[in-house]
């Protein structure tokens, strides 16, 4: 592993930093770096010189591995970016949670020297496509049929080939990966899946009936949506950064993507660390208890 790929969220001044300081510790380890234009600028001289200048789309042909700096925002535009190629993405955090750029700036040094040495893992994670007015939409969290305008109810059929599962009467829906599982799904009561789960989970948006609760599907199941709105327009977004408007007469076709996104992990690190360390299962109730005296 030798050819890197620097993709920097260049609206964040963090990330911008952190790519630079990487960019010089994997020329000290005897890597090449290349990076977009507008990042390459930012650098001083003595990096910039040694950067190879390539657009994003351009990365595949001569990296081996994308670093991708920023938050979650940006690893899900980087796994929609790059899903097409077979270049991993390693995220690295300068953002809050940090579910998929787990990397932390502190832990950067020995990171890059891990990876230039083998020492990690790749994962694959399921991409969902969607097809909707002659466009395909991919997204790596979930997809979300929501209310547009109007404060009132939408409906969203749901279906498989014909035979319908559900209409969800609710502020809307949100049909999520297992990698995605841990958002937006996660605030609206749907359950945590394990990454490598081959299923999707469809979850209602604050629904009308109690009675509807988020449901576990196999993720072969190819899902025909339909969206009946108050004002004749609801919105789809893919992972909260596309948008599109959809009408009654709109059919949304959304199946499990034929390509995946190639994420890559700590060697000795599992799913299961990553929910104690972000979800704090691991933290002792009582220690907060303590603390709060100690302050009165």
Request: overall charge negative; glycine content about 6%; aromatic content about 6%.
């Amino acid at each position: 592993m030798k050819s890197i790929g620097l993709y920097v969220n260049s609206d964040r001044e963090g990330a911008v930093q952190a790519a630079k300081h990487a960019a010089a510790i994997l020329f000290e380890l005897g890597a090449e770096c290349c990076a977009e234009p507008s990042i390459a600028e930012s650098f001083p001289e003595d990096i910039r010189s040694r950067i190879h200048i390539l657009h994003a789309t351009e990365f595949e042909r001569f990296a081996d591995l994308v670093i991708v700096f920023g938050g979650d925002g940006t690893m899900l535009t980087a796994a929609r970016l790059f899903s097409g190629s077979d270049l991993p993405l390693m995220g690295v955090n300068v953002g809050r949670l940090g579910f998929l750029a787990e990397f932390n700036l502190e832990e950067l040094p020995k990171a890059l020297k891990d990876v230039l040495s083998g020492d990690y893992r790749i994962v694959d994670r399921t991409l969902l496509e969607a097809q909707v007015g002659g466009k395909t939409i991919h997204a790596f969290n979930e997809i979300v049929f929501e209310k547009k305008e109007s404060s009132r109810l939408i409906t969203t059929h749901i279906a498989h080939q014909h035979y319908l599962i559900a209409s969800y009467r609710a502020d809307g829906v949100i049909i999520a990966t297992p990698t995605g599982s841990t958002a937006y799904s996660l605030s609206c009561g749907g359950p945590i899946i394990t990454p490598s789960s081959s299923v999707l989970c469809i979850t209602p948006i604050s629904p009308h009936s109690l009675t509807m609760r988020p449901l576990i599907i196999p993720d072969t199941l190819e899902l025909s949506v339909k969206v009946d709105a108050p004002d004749g327009e609801a919105r789809m977004v893919a992972d909260g950064q596309i948008e599109l408007s959809i009408t009654k007469q709109d059919q949304v076709l959304i199946r499990r993507s034929s390509t995946q996104v190639k994420i890559v992990k700590h060697a000795d690190s599992t799913f299961f660390d990553l929910l104690r360390n972000k979800l704090l299962w691991s933290v002792d109730p009582s220690a907060f208890d303590q603390s709060s005296e100690e302050k009165h």
